[in-house]
T-cell receptor, first 111, second 115 residues
Framework: GENVEQHPSTLSVQEGDSAVIKCTYS??????FPWYKQELGKRPQLIID?????GEKKDQRIAVTLNKTAKHFSLHITETQPEDSAVYFC??????????FGKGTRLSVIA | DAGVIQSPRHEVTEMGQEVTLRCKPI?????LFWYRQTMMRGLELLIY????????DSGMPEDRFSAKMPNASFSTLKIQPSEPRDSAVYFC?????????????FGPGTRLTVT
């Protein structure tokens, strides 16, 4: 089955700096890679996703890159703000099937 | 739309008691997922339904856990008997298979504490 590894587990950045979170996956048939943000006590919320036929996708300060050959995808947050502080999860799946999640990255943005 | 609805939001019970968690998916969604979140194991799938039919229950820990989806708008996850190690946040999520959107929408979760 699919296995998703996520690094780092914790990340602290100064406000305004960039943050990068990396994930690897094992199943070459996976074709959907979402990123979720979870604030304390809240549900995971989708912030951006990418499919295997696309190498990069950007939405304002957030971007995701995918390297299918290396089975590697990354989340990039630029100009970080205190409200970006949360736990971020990457995930992988084959289309509309159950997601396999990474273990999460706790991002702290220091004002 | 109200989004995915789960009840109860919090449940505290004693070991050995039966616990039933409930989920109402987004109207029109035909895939439903139950996930469990713990500090140790993170977010993991318990069971997945498509068109009310269980497709993958490989994540269900043991026979103490059971799930049903009697119709397109309701699902239950039952634990009987409950044990302290079942303490976790249980999320229900739904999506619409057959479209080009794979996004899964999560409910607010049920925080279960078994003492």
């Amino acid at each position: 089955g699919e296995n998703v590894e996520q690094h780092p587990s914790t990340l602290s950045v100064q406000e305004g700096d960039s943050a990068v979170i990396k994930c690897t996956y094992s199943d070459s048939a996976s074709n959907y890679f979402p990123w979720y943000k979870q604030e304390l006590g809240k549900r995971p919320q989708l912030i951006i996703d990418i499919r295997s036929n696309v190498g990069e996708k950007k939405d304002q300060r957030i971007a995701v890159t995918l390297n299918k050959t290396a089975k590697h995808f990354s989340l990039h947050i630029t100009e970080t703000q205190p409200e970006d502080s949360a736990v971020y999860f990457c995930a992988a799946s084959r289309g509309n099937t159950p997601l396999v999640f990474g273990k999460g990255t706790r991002l702290s943005v220091i004002a | 739309d109200a989004g995915v609805i789960q009840s109860p939001r919090h449940e505290v019970t004693e070991m050995g008691q039966e616990v039933t968690l409930r989920c109402k998916p987004i109207s029109g969604h035909n895939s439903l997922f139950w996930y469990r979140q713990t500090m140790m194991r993170g977010l993991e799938l318990l069971i997945y339904f498509n068109n009310n039919v269980p497709i993958d229950d490989s994540g269900m820990p043991e026979d103490r856990f059971s799930a049903k989806m009697p119709n397109a708008s309701f699902s239950t996850l039952k634990i009987q008997p409950s044990e302290p190690r079942d303490s976790a946040v249980y999320f229900c999520a739904s999506s619409h298979s057959g479209t080009h959107s794979y996004e899964q929408y999560f409910g607010p979760g049920t925080r279960l504490t078994v003492t």
